[in-house]
Nanobody, 115 residues
């Protein structure tokens, strides 16, 4: 199984920046896709960004131009750089790994954006 540990969340003013980290217990090179999801209270969980082991990235329309997903294979870590934050970005952010039919989720990290 894969363990994912997220960190980097916190409280930030609108327009500010955060970098979220997701550290995996195995080489992320062996994971087909890693992604970041978020879920606000009373809202559906949504995919915000993903990256394949080949380096292809994808973003939700709501975060394009503001969020950047990247990886550091040496550290087995995937990052989500969040810039120009909006109050609408307030949510618990989750890291997810997908390898074939095996899906694993991190514990989540809270991001709160004040206006």
């Amino acid at each position: 199984q894969v363990q994912l540990v997220e960190s980097g969340g916190g409280l930030v003013q609108a327009g500010g920046s955060l970098r979220l980290s997701c550290a995996a217990s195995i080489s992320i090179f062996s994971i087909n896709v890693m992604g970041w999801y978020r879920q606000a209270p009373g809202k559906q969980r949504e995919l915000v960004a993903s990256i394949t082991n080949g380096g292809s990235t994808s973003y939700a329309d709501s975060v394009k131009g503001r969020f950047t997903i990247s990886r550091d294979n040496a550290k087995n870590t995937v990052y989500l750089q969040i810039n120009s934050q909006k109050p609408e970005d307030t949510a618990v952010y989750y890291c997810r790994s997908a390898q074939g039919i095996r899906i694993y989720w991190g514990q989540g990290t809270q991001v709160t954006v004040s206006s």
